[in-house]
């Protein structure tokens, strides 16, 4: 239904789109209204903000039913603004400055979180109860592991990686270590064995998906893995509190969502970043997952905040988190198979620490404010 209910919204979409724009050309770049974004700087502010509205639903369960009852609530809640100026105002700027939002910029956002941490104390020499605890999915050739260390050289990680040979070298890394635990799982929403697959060229990194479709030519090893959800993981390490969690699991992301069980553990991961791109609109994508929207859309239901993750590309040294609305993932092209790249934070102010929010607010831009110069 979720699915389903995602098309017909898309549908719904274009033909609103076409309705309400005169002059409008084409369905892969729209015309914008003449009276709404209008420029601000390098940003892009609007004349008739519209005001968010929350979205108030009674928590506790996990079944399926209620999270589509989630879906279908914001919808009626935000169909009114899907059309709004300050939805433009996002897809303009992201078209723009499309090129500070590429996968690599995660870093600096990372960087800067961890670097807040330090700052209060999280990373000190001393390990206790409050240094901040990292999970990060993809552990690959470590790089994302050293960037965490290197910003908060005291955090706990757990660490996680698919191929036993890339585990077998960032567990010889850390053998000895008492803060980074690595562990050879994957990341889902089930407990289950899969088999690992792996793309022939050198770009892409080995993935629990079947060699079919644009990658019917990958290699099936002769290796599984074991998927856990984190919702579990977190139970069994008796992690009350998760400071930063990194989601790159090529095409998994929607499935790894689910098993944080977010409707009730938004507490447990209040801050966490995945990765979007190509895998969400390919065959390493499981058919029946929500999309981009539909995960944008159950994040917002539940109260996250989320942010495109950019970069300065002088040294891509200064985060740029540019706010968007679930519809952000719609308006961006018309056609279904065309995804939006890059990394997205999802953030929840009401769980997350105050002073890290108000902290990641001089990267924001923002649609219905003054975009801040950061650059």
């Known amino acids: 239904m979720a699915l389903l209910r995602e098309l017909l919204a898309f549908c719904l979409g274009g033909v609103m789109m076409m309705l309400a724009l005169p002059g409008w050309t084409s369905p892969v770049e729209p015309v914008v209204p003449a009276r709404t974004p209008v420029p601000f700087d390098d940003g892009w502010r609007s004349e008739?903000?519209?005001?968010e509205q929350a979205a108030s639903f009674t928590m506790g369960t996990d079944s399926e039913s209620f999270l589509e009852h989630f879906i279908d609530q914001l919808e009626n809640l935000t169909v009114k603004e899907t059309w709004g100026s300050h939805i433009f105002g996002q897809v303009r700027y992201y078209r723009e400055k499309k090129d500070a939002f590429g996968n690599k910029a995660d870093f600096a956002t990372a960087s800067h979180v961890m670097r807040w941490y330090d700052k209060e104390g999280r990373c000190?020499?001393?390990?206790?109860?409050?240094?901040?605890?990292?999970l990060l999915a993809g552990a690959n050739q470590g790089k994302s592991t050293t960037n965490i260390l290197q910003a908060c050289h005291k955090a706990r990680m757990h660490i996680f990686e698919i191929q036993q040979r890339l585990f077998d070298a960032q567990f010889k890394r850390?053998?000895?270590?008492?803060?980074?635990?690595?562990?050879?799982?994957?990341?889902?929403?089930?407990?289950?064995?899969?088999?690992?697959?792996?793309?022939?060229n050198n770009h892409e990194t080995a993935g629990l998906f079947l060699p079919t479709g644009k990658w019917k030519n990958a290699v099936l090893l002769n290796e599984t893995v074991e998927t856990i959800p984190l919702a579990d993981f977190v139970l069994h390490e008796n992690l009350e509190r998760i400071s930063y969690v990194l989601i790159d699991v090529e095409g998994k992301e929607p499935n790894v969502i689910r098993?944080?069980?977010?409707?009730?553990?938004?507490?447990?991961?209040?801050?966490?970043?995945?990765?979007?791109?190509?895998?969400?609109?390919?065959s390493r994508h499981d058919e029946n997952q929500w999309g981009q929207y539909g995960i944008a859309m159950y994040l917002k239901a539940l109260g996250y905040k989320l942010f495109l993750i950019g970069a300065t590309l002088s040294g891509q040294e200064k985060p740029i988190l540019l706010q968007v609305d679930p519809e952000f993932f719609r308006f961006f092209s018309f056609r279904p198979e065309v995804d939006v790249g890059g990394n997205l934070l999802a953030f929840h102010p009401e769980f997350a620490d105050a002073g890290l929010w108000?902290?990641?607010?001089?990267?924001?831009?923002?649609?219905g404010s003054k975009v801040l110069a950061v650059d």
């Open 358 to 367: 108000e902290y990641l607010q001089g990267f924001v831009r923002s649609s």
């Open 124 to 134: 000190g020499n001393v390990i206790n109860a409050s240094n901040a605890i990292v």
């Open 174 to 200: 850390f053998r000895d270590s008492s803060l980074v635990k690595v562990h050879r799982k994957g990341w889902s929403d089930k407990i289950q064995q899969l088999q690992i697959t792996l793309p022939l």
């Open 48 to 51: 008739e903000p519209v005001t």
């Open 259 to 282: 098993g944080m069980n977010l409707e009730s553990k938004r507490h447990i991961f209040p801050i966490f970043q995945y990765e979007l791109g190509g895998t969400w609109t390919d």
